[in-house]
């Protein structure tokens, strides 16, 4: 188990490197499939990664580092720089809502893991709690799973039966 989840500092950065490294794959891969064909091939797992280890902030600023550095290396501009043609203004789009979309499911897994942490947290503190009512009750107690066997036992009932602690664990009470 996890002890907290990464810092700001390292999800944000590792959401850096790994668009610089979608960006050296798909400039590597250029002699394969072109400057321009696929654009965005390469920096969808740049996204996921910065979702996976950071959550929302850093998908989405992947997606937004992505999505410059592709347009303005992998995207076959028109005549006019400003302007895109329709297909490749379509590919940003799709790969912008895709990236959105990962980001938004990368931040959803992050609240989960928070969740289930906080559950253990609170499980152990209840716990233990259990576990010094259990001692302070000065009867003699033994505590049982749903089988009957005896998973834990107050010294007042070790003596009584002769058990020494431990020996009693998977005994029928």
């Not at 989405?60 to 043609?85: I, Q």
Request: hydrophobic fraction near 50%; aromatic fraction near 8%; glycine fraction near 10%.
């Amino acid at each position: 188990r996890r002890a907290r989840l990464v810092s700001a500092g390292y999800a944000y950065g590792w959401g850096m490197v790994s668009v610089m490294l979608a960006t050296l794959l798909r400039l590597g891969l250029i002699p394969v499939l072109g400057q321009f064909a696929v654009p965005f091939i390469t920096f969808f797992p740049a996204v996921v990664a910065a979702s996976w280890i950071g959550g929302l902030g850093p998908g989405l600023m992947s997606v937004l580092l992505s999505t410059v550095v592709a347009s303005l290396l992998f995207v076959s501009p028109e005549p006019a720089p400003s302007m895109f043609h329709a297909a490749e203004l379509s590919s940003v789009i799709l790969f912008v809502m895709a990236g959105m979309g990962i980001s938004a499911m990368g931040e959803a897994q992050h609240r989960t893991r928070r969740r289930l942490e906080q559950v253990a947290r609170d499980a152990d503190t209840r716990g233990a709690m259990l576990l010094t009512t259990l001692h302070s009750i000065g009867d003699a107690v033994s505590v049982t799973d749903a089988n009957g066997d005896v998973t834990l036992m107050k010294p007042e009932p070790e003596k009584l039966r002769g058990w020494k602690e431990g020996d009693y664990v998977g005994q029928v009470c």
